[in-house]
């Protein structure tokens, strides 16, 4: 690491950055306690906001001040350069991972799942035989699963989507099994009572209770996928993807070309992740963790 502010410069830096710490903490806590308050989209992402602008102007501060080379740690200013530079390359990269990648595997392994899951719930005998496979299956290394798919599907983004299948199933699978066996014995009682079929039960009373361990898994595969449709490009992939360029990148020390990417990447996550929090607050409205105090 080259010399950087040291000395007084370095004092200086420390106090300033600190100083600006406690002050920042204040305001993040302000705009936190405005969203319990006054909830709403723009109370909601105001704390996170700032405190991802206050992330980023340290990381700035910190990468120029003690002059910490590009090939360790680049700034927010040149990945900003790289992302407008790049654009149209990293837009494939988006189209052939994400959309052509991700959003199939996505939808087949979780509804897959979700169907799979409503079979066990209804012919008990399956859960003795499905949930072990399905259990080893997960427990696969997405390294040694990866190349055995690239050599199946080929090269393209079927077999990316075909890993992003493997590693959403099971999760969408043991959620949706415990989300149907929630429903209280209370409610399963008065079904009884009614003399409501299976698939009145289904309809009325489990898939209600099993809405939030439904969307936990959706969730969580939302992240899931775009990580196993990446690292399932660093085993064959045509010259266009996020884990191609990642991998390509890496080999000619082009750091803020990596990090442009993992920026995408992290912006699609964290989307895809937003929307399915907010339509869980839509279909899930009535559940205790979204009361209002």
């Known amino acids: 690491m080259e010399a950087g502010a040291n000395g007084g410069e370095a004092l200086a830096l420390w106090t300033g950055l600190a100083s600006l710490f406690f002050l920042i903490w204040r305001v993040v806590e302000r705009a936190a306690m405005l969203g319990i308050e006054r909830p709403g989209i723009a109370t ?31 700034a927010p200013s040149v990945i900003c350069a790289a992302l407008i530079g790049a654009r149209e390359t990293l837009a494939a990269d988006f189209v052939q991972t994400f959309i052509k990648a991700v959003i199939p595997g996505f939808f087949i392994g979780g509804g897959a799942g979700f169907v799979t899951g409503l079979l066990v719930d209804h012919m008990p005998f399956l859960q003795r035989g499905l949930l072990p ?38 999760p969408m699978l043991v959620n949706t099994i415990a989300g149907l066996e929630a429903l209280g014995r209370i409610e399963r009682d008065l079904m009884a009572t009614y003399a409501a079929s299976y698939g009145q039960t289904l309809s009325m009373a489990k898939l209600p209770a099993a809405l939030p361990f439904v969307f936990n898994a959706l969730k969580v595969n939302s992240t899931l996928a775009l990580i196993g449709a990446i690292v399932a490009e660093f085993f064959g992939t045509p010259i266009v993807g996020m884990g191609f360029r990642i991998s390509t990148e890496v080999g000619r020390m082009n750091i803020s070309m990596v990090w442009a990417t993992i920026a ?25 963790s979204f009361r209002k105090p």
């Open 44 to 74: 909601l992402i105001a704390a996170p906001l700032i405190f991802g602008i206050w992330l980023l102007y340290v990381w700035q501060v910190l990468v120029l001040g003690f002059k910490v080379p590009g090939v360790l740690l680049p």
């Open 133 to 170: 496979l399905g259990n080893l299956v997960s427990a696969l290394p997405i390294v040694a699963v990866a190349p055995i798919m690239v050599m199946w599907f080929g090269f393209d983004w079927q077999s990316k989507a075909a890993v992003v299948v493997i590693m959403t199933f099971f």
């Open 264 to 288: 995408v990447a992290a912006v699609a996550g964290s989307a895809s992740y937003g929307l399915i929090a907010l339509a869980e607050r839509r279909f899930t409205f009535w559940h205790p």
